[in-house]
């Protein structure tokens, strides 16, 4: 596929794929890779430094920072990316019809996404969670009901591109029902550019749970999640600042390589970027778009 | 002395070093057309802007322009400012998109004619009114206060032209005019063209890949391939009677569709020209 | 264009009442009945079936549904949110002033943000593959990517304890605006100086430009020309950051202890204090649409070529 050709060019672009593939593989091995138990109190190891054992040293319970920074991956990055992957789909679904069918299907689902797109993404968050209470499985939830609306709307946009082109119209012609054609003609084609938008709202995904967890708001104690770490390092951040250092430098790490992976697919899609009428106002529609999903915590 | 001399023109890309065009020479007489024809990036774009130095700034250019024995090479960007649009007009393609979108197209010929000329608000009106009218733009308030979107490609086509009637420049250069036009418009806008030529004496640089203009329009044609120009004569040796074995494709090529046209259309209905 | 602006003003109603009516339902969505988050949130030791019963009628929760949603939009137009949960005063009393800092952290934030991004953006589309651009938009791109909390830490350390130049919490001199600012802008600048740029650069290589050059017109004039037309993305763009800078100073209002939004609503959520919790979405997300209408109405009323399509 041309997409991975040029893509595969760029040597940054393939290193934050492999940081990204990596951190991923690592929280799913978190078992087999950390060298301690997470969770593991060691009262008379508080607060100490880098040793041979404990490679970042202990917080302020004893516990193994780096086996907690491991163990953290699983609700920061891995089920940021499942709550991702849930919203894409189901925008996904609801776009694909609303786009290829159009008529009255896309005017009520395109209503639909504009109600709920009026909350702004960073209030839908705190209201699901306030109702719902703290907690990972409340964010998550919050999480795919914010995005879904978003997902579908500019899924829309691509597939109504692809639905008019004339290979489509042929396959119609040919008899080819409606769902063997989204999935032999539309969706291989749309499928890039959803790539495109999911990783581009991956970052701020992450930076976002984080954020909440950092507020109290997330995953219960005593759960290794990386805001959390940083919210427990709160109190010692002058006199130990190294706590905090960790789990930033992690979500700094993972979340520039997740950003550059999106550029980098993007750039991978449209080598030319060289816009002009009507390619302009669609990509300006997809940044302004593309900026109502930025809330940076 | 001829009007325009270009002589050994180099035109390469700073950034890569790949020569677009080796070496090309070329003269132009005063009231004279000449037609500038081959494929898509054989570098007759290239050459057309590079004569009023209007490449991209990656693209480098060597060699003598010479415009009444002034070389346009060698002067500075204000002196060359004062030069286009004042003696070298341009019409471009895409009428849609030369103009600026948020802007009437009336606010940019104001502009540029108070550029070149001191002359009065209602001077410069008196002078675009008649350029336009003789264009065929009947309606000149109208469209003087319409935005560019608000206007079709052959509209916009005719402004430009009617803009270059009222600068009577020595040379116009004329880069694919008629290439973004559906058939009646391009018929319309070649008429403009050739009526141009009677009105002002300027020399026409016109570029096209459509041999049917040329016919119309040329006394002369070049005729470039990857960046070389292969052949140069008189239009009616070129198209008939062509020497380099390129230029016979060429024509060769356009003039089986041109006799398979005139087939289907049986000669009657069929726009003279 | 009139037509377009009371187009869009009607339009707005019945989107209004929708968002309104999900809000006013938002309190279902909570697994607990509502009777009995008010007494746990009261501190009632012992919550017996007749109490939750006698709760409900008191808080008029046993109307039908859209009696219940009628009066409370209805005290909502006057500002009536309800009364706290916990506290027991009026919401509006709570989120008024706590909504006030907020707008003034945000406000100032925003003519940052819309100024550095301008300069940032057109120096960079000027200069775009220049030494200048690739180290702004690589510093950009690592400052973005960091948490919120952690470039808010990192600026404490060195301005507050290092330096001790300023104070690092709380809502006292002007100097306390500083960091708290300064964070806010340096993540969201990051963001917004490269649509403007991108913006830019479409411009700059539109066919209008060379035919401007083409008939004699200075790069300086054209440059203007350009950049009027790149800001028309820009003010949509600002439009709809405002709300959204609005809505998420959560967690810069927590590090530097502000007694904004952000503060009011978490501590609401922690504490289970529903009616809080609703006024505050209800507020914001008005506000939020009004500000999208107004974006797009300014959008269509600066770019002839929209209003084609209308």
Redesign the interface.
């Known amino acids: 596929m041309k997409l991975f050709d040029r893509f595969l060019k760029d040597r940054l672009a393939v290193a934050s794929l492999a940081v990204v593939a990596a951190t991923l593989l690592i929280g799913l091995c978190a078992p087999l890779i950390a060298p301690h138990p997470p969770n593991e109190v060691n009262l008379e190891l508080r607060f100490a430094s880098a040793s041979w054992t404990y490679w970042l040293g202990n917080d302020h319970l004893g516990r193994c920072i780096l086996s907690r920074l491991i163990y953290g991956i699983r609700p920061s990055v891995l089920w940021v990316l499942a709550a991702l992957g849930a919203a894409a789909f189901f925008g996904a679904v609801l776009g694909f019809v609303a786009g290829y069918f159009r008529g009255r299907t896309d005017a009520v689902l395109m209503r639909l996404c504009?109600?709920m797109l009026?909350?702004?993404?960073?209030?839908?968050t705190?209201?699901?969670?306030?109702?719902?209470?703290?907690g990972l499985t409340n964010i998550l939830l919050a999480f795919v009901v914010m995005k879904w609306a978003w997902f579908a709307r500019v899924i829309r946009t691509t597939v109504m591109q692809y639905a008019d082109a004339d290979y489509v119209n042929y396959a119609k012609v040919l008899g080819i029902g409606h769902l063997g054609i989204m999935k032999r003609h539309i969706a291989p084609a749309a499928l890039p550019e959803i790539a495109v938008i999911a990783s581009s709202a991956f970052?701020s995904m992450i930076?976002q749970i984080?954020?909440l967890s950092?507020?109290?708001?997330g995953i219960e104690a005593p759960h290794a999640e990386w805001?959390m770490m940083?919210n427990e390092a709160?109190s010692v951040?002058?006199t130990r600042?190294e706590l905090?250092f960790a789990p930033?430098l992690a979500?700094?790490v993972v979340?520039?390589s997740v950003?550059?992976l999106s550029d980098a697919l993007q750039k991978a899609l449209d080598p030319k970027?060289?816009?002009?009428?009507k390619r302009?106002s669609i990509?300006?529609g997809k940044?302004?778009r593309g900026?109502?999903k930025?809330?940076?915590? | 002395m001829s009007l325009l001399e270009v002589e050994h023109i180099k035109i390469w890309d700073g950034r890569t070093g790949n020569v677009l065009i080796p070496d090309s020479s070329f003269q132009l007489s005063q009231g004279e057309c000449l037609a500038i024809v081959g494929e898509s990036g054989s570098g007759k774009s290239l050459t057309c802007k590079a004569l009023m130095r209007l490449n991209r700034p990656e693209i480098r250019q060597s060699g003598r322009i010479s415009l009444y024995g002034v070389d346009l090479a060698s002067l500075s960007d204000k002196e060359m400012r004062r030069y286009r649009g004042r003696r070298m007009c341009m019409i471009m393609q895409n009428g849609m998109r030369a103009f600026d979108p948020s802007r009437p197209v009336g606010a940019f010929l104001l502009e540029v004619l108070s550029i070149h000329y001191d002359w009065s608000r209602s001077e410069m009106i008196a002078s675009l009114s008649t350029a336009m009218i003789s264009v065929g733009l009947k309606n000149f308030s109208v469209v003087m206060e319409r935005y560019p979107h608000e206007l079709s490609g052959g509209m916009l086509q005719r402004v430009m032209i009617a803009l270059a009637i009222v600068m009577e420049p020595d040379v116009i250069i004329a880069d694919e005019p008629t290439t973004a036009l559906d058939a009646v418009t391009q018929y319309e806008v070649v008429e403009q063209f050739v009526h141009l030529r009677g009105r002002i004496g300027s020399a026409i640089v016109f570029v096209s890949h459509d041999l049917e203009v040329v016919r119309r329009i040329a006394d002369d044609v070049l005729v470039m391939k990857d960046g070389v120009i292969v052949e140069r004569g008189k239009t009616s040796k070129i198209l008939n009677d062509a020497s380099h074995s390129y230029t016979r494709f060429l024509v060769s090529s356009k003039e089986a569709l041109r006799r398979y046209y005139m087939q289907l259309m049986e000669g009657t209905d069929v726009a003279k020209g | 264009m009139i037509l377009y602006t009371l187009k869009r003003i009607v339009a707005l109603v019945p989107l209004l009442v929708v968002i309104s009516f999900l809000t006013f339902i938002l309190n279902g969505l909570s697994p607990m009945n509502p009777a009995e988050v008010v007494l746990h949130a009261q501190g009632v030791p012992t919550i017996t079936e007749e109490l939750i019963a006698s709760t409900r009628v008191e808080l008029g929760m046993d109307r039908p549904l859209l009696v219940r949603y009628g009066d409370w939009l209805l005290s909502c137009l006057q500002l009536d949110f309800g009364n706290s949960y916990i506290t027991g005063k009026p919401v509006w009393s709570l989120l008024g002033p706590a909504l006030l800092n907020t707008l003034k952290l945000t406000i100032i934030s925003s003519l940052f943000i819309i100024v550095i991004s301008i300069v940032l953006g057109v120096v960079c589309a000027l200069k775009e593959g220049k030494w200048m651009d690739l180290s702004i938009r690589g510093i950009s791109f690592f400052l973005t990517s960091m948490p919120a909390y952690w470039l808010a830490a990192l600026m404490v350390w060195c301005f507050a304890v290092k330096l001790d130049l300023l104070p690092t919490s709380g809502m006292g001199s002007a100097g306390s605006y500083v960091l708290p600012v300064m964070v806010i802008v340096i993540g969201y600048a990051g963001i917004y100086f490269r649509v403007i740029r991108s913006s830019m650069l479409s411009n700059l290589n539109d066919d209008y430009v060379l035919y401007g050059r083409a008939c004699g017109m200075s790069e300086m004039k054209l440059t203007l020309y350009v950049l009027r037309n790149s800001l028309q993305v820009a003010v949509s763009v600002f439009g709809l950051a405002f709300p959204i800078i609005l809505g998420s100073t959560v967690v810069v209002e927590n590090i530097f202890a502000w007694p904004g939004l952000g503060t009011l609503t978490v501590k609401s959520i922690l504490g289970r204090d529903f009616p809080i919790i609703q006024a505050y979405v209800l507020v914001l997300a008005v506000a939020f649409v009004l500000f999208n209408t107004v974006s797009d109405v300014m959008n269509v009323a600066m770019n002839p070529r929209l209003r084609k399509e209308l």
Do not use: T, W
Request: avoid cysteine.
């Open positions: 504009d109600v009026s909350f702004p993404g960073y209030v839908m705190l209201a699901i969670v306030g109702m719902l209470g703290a970052g930076l984080s954020g950092f507020l109290g708001l805001g940083m709160r951040m002058f600042p905090m930033g979500i700094i979340v520039s950003n550059f970027l060289v816009l002009s009428g302009a990509l300006n940044i302004l900026l109502r930025k809330e940076a915590a």
